[in-house]
């Protein structure tokens, strides 16, 4: 029988993209100018946000563009099984994760602790702390941070996972929102949104990065079978991402 916390928990996760493109569309990227930020040589790197569970996503899910009034509801198949399917599927990538001990969101962190050292700024993990709910978004300030460093980057792992394409199979995919704050001021220096693997929404100021061809999976059944090599799909799927901000923040 479903599950009906787990069920609600599925709904509010794959509705949660579509509240997400909502939130992001209208929000323009602030390039970073790196002659007025010249002083900036310490980064503090927030844990990475991570907003949605993990998931695989069937191909008569639809985000794209306006979505269709039943948006974010399989079309296919009982409700009950698809959303026993979506669960199973949130649990089989995080066990693959587990095994390693690690989380995306851990790892993705690293990624981008590694990106701006090779810029050659001086970088730490700052922990246990995150901005206040209402600082980010329209307000893009980054209150309820204490940091000593020069700027503090915050990073939003709006959603992750695989989505089946319906012709090659289950690709990984990876939304992505990344925010760089004069630590002393408050001031907004950068701001990039990044879709990866998945185009959620169409926009001049949103960045798709090319991921590896090889980080897909023939069939759902592929994924399920293999969750500590599709935890390593998605680790390798955000690296194009952190690389890209790296080169963006680059000196």
Not at 57 to 70: I, M, R, Y
Not at 155 to 165: C, E, N, P, T
Not at 222 to 231: D, H, P, R
């Amino acid at each position: 029988m479903l599950n009906l916390k787990r069920a609600g928990s599925v709904l509010i996760m794959v509705g949660g993209i579509v509240g997400a493109a909502a939130a992001h569309a209208d929000l323009h990227k602030v390039p970073f100018d790196r002659t007025a930020a010249a002083n900036i040589v310490s980064i503090d790197v927030l844990e990475v946000n991570q907003q949605q569970p993990l998931m695989l996503l069937p191909s008569t899910t639809h985000f794209d563009g306006a979505p269709p009034e039943n948006a974010g509801k399989p079309t296919t198949g009982s409700p009950r099984a698809s959303l026993d399917n979506l669960a199973a599927g949130t649990a089989s990538l995080n066990n693959g994760f587990a095994h390693g001990n690690t989380t995306l969101s851990a790892e993705f962190g690293r990624q981008l602790l590694s990106a701006l050292q090779s810029d050659g700024y001086s970088v730490k993990l700052l922990r246990g702390q995150q901005p206040t709910e209402q600082s980010i978004g329209a307000h893009q300030t980054i209150a309820g941070v204490t940091s000593s460093a020069d700027a503090v980057l915050y990073v939003v792992l709006r959603f992750a996972g695989y989505k089946d394409d319906g012709v090659s199979g289950l690709v990984a995919m990876a939304g992505v929102d990344a925010y760089l704050f004069n630590a002393k001021s408050g001031k907004l220096l950068y701001r990039q949104v990044f879709d990866a693997g998945y185009k959620l929404v169409n926009g001049q100021d949103v960045e798709y990065p090319s991921i590896p061809s090889t980080l897909k999976f023939s069939s759902r059944a592929a994924v399920m079978s293999n969750g500590e090599g599709a935890a390593n799909g998605l680790v390798q799927a955000l690296q194009p991402v952190a690389a890209r901000i790296g080169e963006q923040l680059a000196k």
